[in-house]
């Protein structure tokens, strides 16, 4: 919730022009942005004492007096998890009413978190996001297509948003095969692409032997990419490819990368960012409090993702906005990959009706050439054929979560099962059940010296 004065200045004197956004962001000092923040942030904390019932009853529990909170320190342990927002009600986090939902998938429980806009903080959105285009060089002649999942994902309409105040073309496809994609995109000469990682390196592999077209840059959102796979990318279509950095909860973008590619830059006028427990090297799980939403405000969200905020400045015109580095990875056993979002849960229920295996089981994923790779590890019963096991879990996959088994079919990533003797997977007294060993790929690259970029 934002007090009277940013709101103008955002809506108002700042509005629809993607130039004058940027011409303002590129000259805004360190002071005004801290100062927005601190106004903003207090104005949330009354906002949300006043009509959340959640967070009231926080700030009960917590002994907190919202009228003497001044930052997110003055807090203390007051935190929001992905779990508050699935075990109470929406109506307890609501303060305004909500015009727009979407959902993210839920990493400790089969249910989807559940989280509500209005139009006018789309329409906020939108200006960003306009703005951040341009700043990577898209304009109103250009002919965009989007290739981002549609159902319930708020991905695909912060986009729309972006591109409406921007005015250039949008084609939406949606998360169709690759091939489908290829077939169709050719007549319409697409020269912006925002597209999911797994999936735009299924294309590539298409476009690498059918022929490119040319494309003056491509967004990708959703999961985390290897500088590996985006050289790879970039090299096929000869182009720049961006990553950026969101969450359903925070609608759409929190971070983009610039020219630079060397980390995100965070949206500080309209999140409060925090790594409350970095590691020695700064990493830790990052935090953030939204400033300007009415609807759903959330206090001091854990994204339970891992980065670290990012030293020097960056000679872009988003200089001001301070810089996290790329996601390392997840707090909790969640892993993004080419199958989808993963988690424990979900392969407990594939293998429950899978016979001819024991009980315990683990999941690999790796990154073996471009594509993820999902290696997964059951400990087979006497006498049981690694081949009928395999056919089971595939068919069990393929009614349970059809959404996997077709990023599967569309060659998203490669699933391989490994029949293993019995007793033999755990080793020590816990099992974890889903190991993400990408992670030291990622690490490894997050940790190249930043700094002043060259
Ligand atoms: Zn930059």
């Known amino acids: 919730m934002r007090n009277a004065l940013s709101?103008?200045?955002?809506?108002?004197?700042?509005?629809e022009s993607p130039t004058r956004r940027l011409w303002f962001a590129r000259r805004m000092p360190d002071g005004y942005i801290r100062k927005t923040q601190s106004l903003d942030f207090k104005t949330t904390v009354r906002w949300v004492?006043?009509?959340?019932a959640f967070y009231r009853r926080r700030f009960r529990e917590l002994r907190i007096d919202p009228a003497l909170v001044r930052c997110p320190a003055d807090l203390g342990d007051l935190f929001t998890t992905s779990t508050d927002l699935l075990t109470h009600p929406a109506e307890d986090f609501l303060c305004d009413r909500a015009q727009a939902g979407f959902e993210t998938t839920g990493t400790l429980s089969p249910k989807s978190k559940r989280v509500f806009f209005s139009l006018d903080e789309?329409?906020?959105?939108?200006?960003?996001?306009?703005?951040?285009l341009w700043a990577l060089g898209v304009r109103r002649e250009d002919r965009m297509v989007s290739a981002l999942d549609l159902p319930f994902w708020n991905a695909g309409p912060a986009l729309r948003a972006s591109a409406q105040t921007l005015g250039c073309l949008l084609v939406e496809a949606g998360k169709i095969p690759p091939a489908e994609f290829y077939e169709r995109a050719a007549d319409y000469r697409f020269n912006v692409m925002v597209v999911e990682p797994s999936w735009i390196v299924s294309l590539t592999t298409i476009a690498e032997s059918a022929g490119t077209w040319p494309v003056k840059l491509m967004l990708v959102g959703g999961e985390n990419m290897s500088e590996r796979s985006r050289r790879y990318v970039e090299e096929v279509w000869k182009t720049d490819l961006y990553l950026t950095y969101g969450q359903t909860e925070s609608f759409?973008?929190?971070?983009?990368?610039?020219a630079r590619k060397n980390g995100y830059h965070l949206q500080e006028l309209k999140f409060w960012f925090e790594i409350p427990e970095p590691d020695d090297h700064g990493h830790g799980e990052l935090v953030f409090t939204t400033l300007s939403r009415r609807v759903m405000p959330l206090l001091r969200y854990?994204?339970?993702?891992?980065?670290?905020?990012?030293e020097g400045t960056c000679d872009c015109d988003l200089k001001m906005l301070r810089r996290i580095s790329k996601i390392i990875g997840r707090c909790d056993e969640m892993v993004n990959c080419g199958l989808g979002n993963i988690s424990p849960w979900m392969f407990e229920k594939v293998?429950?009706?899978?016979s001819g295996i024991a009980h315990d089981w683990q999941v690999l994923v790796t990154r073996?050439?471009?594509?993820d790779g999902i290696e997964i590890r059951v400990e087979l019963l006497d006498g049981v054929s690694q081949h009928v096991v395999d056919r089971a879990i595939r068919m069990s996959l393929q009614e349970l979560f059809p959404d996997m088994a077709r990023n599967l079919a569309m060659g998203l990533c490669e699933m391989k099962v490994a029949g293993a003797v019995r007793g033999t997977l755990r080793t020590g007294r816990k099992l974890r059940s889903i190991v993400d060993l990408r992670k030291t790929l990622f690490g490894a690259e997050a940790a190249v010296p930043s700094g002043h970029p060259a």
Do not use: W
């Not at 004492?49 to 959340?52: D, E, K, V």
């Not at 789309?122 to 951040?132: F, S």
């Not at 854990?302 to 990012?310: E, G, L, N, P, Y």
């Not at 073996?368 to 594509?371: A, C, H, V, Y």
């Open 122 to 132: 789309m329409r906020d959105m939108g200006r960003d996001g306009a703005a951040g």
């Open 252 to 258: 759409g973008s929190a971070g983009t990368e610039c």
């Open 302 to 310: 854990r994204t339970s993702d891992v980065a670290r905020f990012m």
């Open 351 to 354: 293998l429950e009706g899978v």
């Open 368 to 371: 073996p050439g471009l594509r």
């Open 49 to 52: 004492a006043q009509r959340s």
């Open 7 to 15: 709101n103008l200045l955002d809506r108002v004197v700042l509005g």
